[in-house]
């Protein structure tokens, strides 16, 4: 009798080791959304708002019924625009236990420099599409098209507005963008290819600092080249820095930018920013009627969010989170909570096609395109963001060694 017992003790043990960590894995009590976000930077005016918006998605999420019961949780942290705070924050979210599956990053540069700890740590990010974050391809994904291809787009748009027969020549398109890794996104030879291939003559290229706020030296070299059209690749003070300062030399610039060119620049530069052209990816906050912007506004409101939280970040933070819980819940049903990991999540982001969180914005995407590729054009009129035109596939300018 015994003997049986320490046999019986003996397998109970056994058993215990080799499904007891399977058992520990079971559905969690929540999934933590690490994010890693400039709050008190260069780029807060667009990006601070994202703390409010993660909060106000996830409480609605969970509201929902989060990912098959288990609630999302965002765990934000501040980088104040420097990439060397960003890393100290992701390798404190990479000893977290237990191990993330996502992380989101907030500014360009980061995603770079990020780029391949995130491969080596098996986890799936988004982030903003600049400089060499997304391609060659890893584990991360644009959070909205690649700026070359919004400015593919912008092209589009001003050949298609152009009468060449009555100009009598191609329209001309200076570029005056910061001097980092975001604003030197749409410095490529494939946009360059595209210009051609439209008929377009880019005519400079200047650079400025993100510090700047006067660009008056700047905007005086491109006027004399008599260009058509000023196209930016930059965010809130730079692009009122270049409104300004045109205004303080009499210039009428006519400018073009892209979905970052948003309500956090309109409400710092005021009627200056009125006749500015976009390529946008994310729905108008001045479409009152949209469903999914009514939704948002009614959470922002009874939220008591600041008029200044009404950006294109707090948006995004949305469409996140919905994303989440879409491609968390998929590969939970693939491959269950045992075996959830980085990796899984990734395989169900490559499987997205036109998903439209809120109908916000559309992500399509696969094991060979991690950026979306779909945008409208829009005027900033009386204070407003208003479309001209419906949505549309943008040009795809990733380089072809990564097609």
Same mark, same amino acid.
């Given at each position: ?6 046999l019986?003790?003996a ?17 969690p ?8 976000i ?13 703390f ?26 501040d ?14 979210f ?25 491969v ?7 982030? *903003? ?25 912008f ?34 030879p ?6 051609k ?7 400079? @290229? *200047?650079l ?28 809130v003070d ?14 009428k ?12 620049t309109?409400?710092l530069?005021? @009627? ?6 976009? *390529? ?16 948002i ?13 009404r950006?294109?970040?707090y ?10 819980q ?10 269950g ?7 899984? *999540? ?5 499987k997205? @096609?036109?998903f ?17 590729? @779909?945008g ?7 204070g ?5 035109s419906?949505w549309r596939e ?10």
């Amino acid at each position: 009798m015994k003997r049986l017992s320490i046999l019986l003790t003996a397998v109970f043990i056994l058993v215990l080791c080799l499904f007891g960590s399977s058992y520990a894995k079971k559905k969690p009590k929540e999934i933590i959304l690490p994010l890693i976000i400039d709050l008190s930077g260069p780029y807060a005016p667009i990006t601070a708002p994202a703390f409010s918006g993660f909060s106000d998605a996830a409480e609605y999420v969970n509201q929902q019924g989060g990912v098959k019961g288990v609630p999302l949780k965002p765990l934000i942290r501040d980088c104040g625009g420097r990439v060397n705070v960003a890393i100290s924050h992701y390798m404190g979210f990479r000893e977290m236990k237990p191990k993330p599956l996502t992380v989101f990053i907030s500014v360009s540069a980061e995603g770079e420099a990020l780029r391949e700890r995130i491969v080596e740590d098996n986890l799936m990010a988004m982030s *903003v599409p600049g400089g060499t974050s997304i391609y060659p391809l890893a584990n991360t994904f644009g959070l909205y098209p690649l700026y070359q291809d919004m400015f593919g787009g912008f092209m589009d748009w001003v050949v298609e507005n152009w009468d060449f027969n009555k100009m009598g020549r191609n329209p001309r398109i200076a570029i005056l963008t910061w001097d980092t890794t975001f604003g030197r996104a749409i410095l490529t030879p494939e946009v360059d290819d595209y210009a051609k291939k439209k008929n377009i003559d880019i005519i400079d @290229k *200047v650079l400025f600092s993100i510090r700047d706020l006067d660009v008056t030296t700047q905007l005086i070299r491109i006027k004399m080249k008599k260009p058509d059209w000023v196209y930016t690749n930059i965010a809130v003070d730079g692009a009122v820095a270049i409104a300004k300062s045109a205004q303080g030399i009499r210039y009428k610039i006519k400018l073009g930018g892209n979905t970052t060119f948003d309500w956090s620049t309109i409400m710092l530069g005021g @009627k200056i920013m009125d006749g500015a052209t976009l *390529v946008c990816t994310f729905k108008s906050w001045d479409d009152a009627a949209d469903p999914g912007i009514k939704l948002i506004t009614k959470w922002f409101k009874e939220k008591k969010r600041k008029p200044t939280e009404r950006t294109l970040v707090y948006q995004l933070a949305w469409a996140n989170v919905l994303t989440m819980q879409k491609v968390i819940s998929k590969a939970v049903d693939e491959v269950g909570w045992d075996k959830l990991d980085g990796a899984a *999540v990734k395989r169900q982001m490559e499987k997205l @096609k036109d998903f439209s969180p809120l109908g916000l914005t559309y992500y399509s995407f696969s094991p060979r395109k991690h950026a979306p590729g @779909k945008g409208y054009i829009a005027q900033i009129k009386n204070g407003k963001i208003i479309p001209i035109s419906g949505w549309r596939e943008l040009p795809d300018l990733r380089p072809a060694k990564h097609r």
